[in-house]
């Protein structure tokens, strides 16, 4: 399994920026996709996640009403957009991919068994 995360970039507070997250390597149909994130000095923090199928969507409380995951189950690939940005949004943004034999919880970064390399993100005010 290979996940390919892109989209990172600067933008000012208010922004808004688009990430991409293709998987590849096999079928994800009962995956579970997430995005998480992890600024400098602290820990890896889930942002989003979304059920393969099914239609399923969770977010951080500090993300929701701004940020957006969906997927594009043709091309294998997870956006997560990003509106209204702040300077705490600013950190290395992560997909990954939790199997479904995988019973731990969506939130938490263990229960995902393959993660992309990363994509910064940073938001100046």
């Known amino acids: 399994v290979q996940l390919q995360a892109s989209g990172g970039g600067l933008v000012q507070a208010g922004g808004s920026l688009r990430l991409s997250c293709a998987a590849s390597?096999?079928?994800?149909?009962?995956?579970?996709m997430g995005w998480f994130r992890q600024a400098p000095g602290k820990e890896r923090e889930f942002v989003a996640a979304t059920s393969w199928s099914g239609g399923n969507y969770y977010y951080a409380d500090s993300v929701k009403g701004r940020f957006t995951i969906s997927r594009d189950n043709a091309k294998n690939t997870v956006f997560l957009q990003m509106n209204g940005l702040k300077p705490e949004d600013t950190a290395v943004y992560y997909c990954?991919?939790?199997?479904?034999?995988?019973?731990?919880?969506?939130?938490?970064?263990?229960?995902?068994?393959?993660w992309g390399q990363g994509t910064q993100v940073t938001v100046s005010s």
């Open positions: 990954a991919v939790k199997p479904p034999y995988n019973s731990g919880q969506y939130y938490h970064a263990p229960s995902y068994e393959y």
């Open positions: 390597g096999r079928t994800f149909s009962t995956d579970v």
